[in-house]
């Protein structure tokens, strides 16, 4: 299983959090951080964005410590990838943060469970790897 570090149409179409992804950050110690989220917010090829709503610890990983790992599955075939991260920076305005805004205010519950967003972690890809290549399409 080939390793590259551009987003493919099928990766793309992995990221909408039908399945949510794993996130895997160490703090300056070495101590993991594993946690679940609903979605990785593609930015481009090269780049993604983690978004910090109430996921302080992975936060202060990546600020720390700035690479980190995401395992992303496709609904359609359950394929798997793993991608290999690294801190770029955090944004609280603009293009970026807007659109993954809007795009989390859709996802508020009918009770109006709202899900207020801080800030857009972008990560620039420095791997993937397709882990699992799953079964075939229906």
């Known amino acids: 299983m080939s390793a590259n570090q551009y987003i493919s149409s099928a990766l793309r179409s992995a990221l909408d959090g039908v399945i949510p992804f794993v996130v895997g950050t160490c703090d300056p110690e070495g101590i993991p951080n594993i946690t679940f989220m609903s979605r990785l917010f593609y930015v ?9 709503q109430f996921m302080n610890k992975t936060r202060r990983n990546l600020l720390a410590n700035s690479t980190c790992l995401a395992f992303v599955t496709s609904p359609d ?5 793993k991608l290999k991260l690294q801190y770029v920076e955090e944004q609280k305005e ?7 805004e ?8 009918p009770d109006n469970i709202s899900f207020s967003l801080y800030s857009a972690i972008i990560c620039k890809i420095l791997s993937i790897e397709e882990v699992f290549e799953g079964g075939k399409q229906a």
Do not use: C, N
């Open 94 to 100: 603009g293009p970026i943060f807007e659109e993954m």
């Open 77 to 81: 075939t359950m394929r798997m990838w």
């Open 102 to 109: 809007m795009q989390l205010m859709a996802l508020s519950t």
């Open 44 to 52: 481009d090829e090269q780049h993604v964005a983690i978004s910090y």
